[in-house]
C-alpha cells in the first residue's frame, strides 16, 4: 500500500512520518516513539526529521512524558521524563494538500489488507469500518474472524498496519467458534459494527444477524 508514494515522495520512511504527524496534532513524539510507531530504525528517522524540519513540517520541542518504572515487591512508579521531540507545525501551508495524498491514501484497502493478516490463521471475516470509512465515531476500525486464531499473529500485524497508516486502530480479533456464539447471544458490540457503515474485505462465514 505504501510503495507507490515512497517512491514519489523519497522513501517509506518519510511517507510514514507524514502520516504520523499528519494525524496527530498536538501530541509530541521523541526518537524512541517515533521508532516504535513507525517500525523504523532511528538511523533512518533522523535525516529525515532534519528534512521535515527543515522545510517547516514539523519543530523540535521538549516536553514531558510518563514513564513507569517497575519494582519487584512493590506497585509500578509512574514519573515525568523531560524529552526532547518533535511536534507538527500547525502553521504548515500544505497540511490539507500532504493530508489528501499520504492519509486519505492509506484509507485505500482490499486485497493488500487481506494479505497482511494472511497468518492470523484461516480468515474467515475481514470487516472495516470507522477510520477507514471516515467515521471518527465508530467504536472499532477493523474486525477479523479466522479459524484457529492466532492472536500473536494478530497483533503484529496490526502493529504493522499502525505504523504503516500513522494512528493507533481500534479493533477486534475472534476465533470462529467464539465468534459464532457471541453473534447468537445478540453481543452488542459484533451488532453495531454490521448495522453501521463497514465493509467486508473478506466473508467466508455465510451468516446473518439474528433477527435480519
Known amino acids: 500500500m505504501i ?3 515512497s517512491k514519489l515522495l523519497g522513501s517509506e520512511a518519510r511517507v ?4 504520523l504527524f499528519l494525524q496527530n496534532h498536538g501530541q509530541g513524539f521523541d526518537l524512541e516513539k517515533l521508532t516504535s510507531r513507525t517500525k523504523i530504525t532511528a ?11 527543515s522545510v517547516g513540517f514539523i519543530r523540535r520541542k ?32 500544505y ?8 492519509v486519505d491514501s492509506a484509507k485505500v484497502v482490499g486485497s493488500d489488507l487481506s494479505r497482511l493478516f494472511r497468518h492470523v490463521g484461516r480468515l474467515r471475516l475481514l470487516v472495516v469500518g470507522g477510520t477507514f470509512l471516515n467515521d471518527e465515531v465508530a467504536r472499532l476500525d477493523l474486525m477479523l474472524v479466522a479459524d484457529g486464531l492466532k ?19 481500534n479493533y477486534a480479533a475472534f476465533d470462529t467458534k467464539n465468534f459464532r456464539y ?19 474485505l473478506v466473508d467466508n462465514l455465510n451468516f446473518r444477524l439474528p433477527g435480519n
Open 62 to 93: 521538549k516536553f514531558f512524558i510518563e514513564v513507569t518504572k517497575k519494582h519487584k515487591h512493590r506497585p509500578p512508579l509512574i514519573h515525568k521524563k523531560r524529552v526532547q521531540g518533535w511536534f507538527f507545525e500547525e502553521s504548515f501551508p
Open 43 to 53: 538511523r533512518s528517522l533522523r535525516p529525515e526529521l532534519k528534512l521535515l524540519e
Open 182 to 200: 457471541r453473534v447468537e447471544m445478540f453481543d452488542h458490540l459484533i451488532s453495531e459494527v454490521l448495522a453501521g457503515p463497514h465493509k467486508k
Open 16 to 19: 510514514k512520518l507524514l502520516r
Open 151 to 169: 492472536q500473536a499473529e494478530v497483533e503484529r500485524s496490526m502493529r504493522e498496519l499502525e505504523a504503516e497508516m500513522g494512528r493507533e486502530l
Open 95 to 102: 497540511a490539507r494538500a500532504f493530508k489528501a495524498l499520504v
Open 3 to 5: 510503495d507507490a508514494l
